[in-house]
């Protein structure tokens, strides 16, 4: 999946129990639990684990609307 969206979004995975200080930054309480960010867009969380077809779709939706805001 990252090689679909290489140049257009950075993608981490960050263990909460290691980095507790990210989890208590973004208000995490769920696991898993996705936070997408740009410097246009407030965070936006999506707890769970979508499967992949879902994930592209909140991935694009996302895209789109930070170019829409810029």
Known sequence: ???DYKGKVDIY???IENHQ???AL???RSVPTLVMM???TKPVQIP???HKEGLSEII???LEKDK???
């Open 60 to 62: 694009n939706a996302f």
């Open 68 to 70: 829409n805001d810029s």
């Open 13 to 15: 995975k960050v263990n």
């Open 21 to 23: 200080e990210m989890s």
């Open 48 to 50: 769970g684990a979508p």
């Open 1 to 3: 999946m990252t090689k």
């Open 38 to 40: 740009s410097k246009n």
């Open 26 to 28: 973004f208000g995490i």
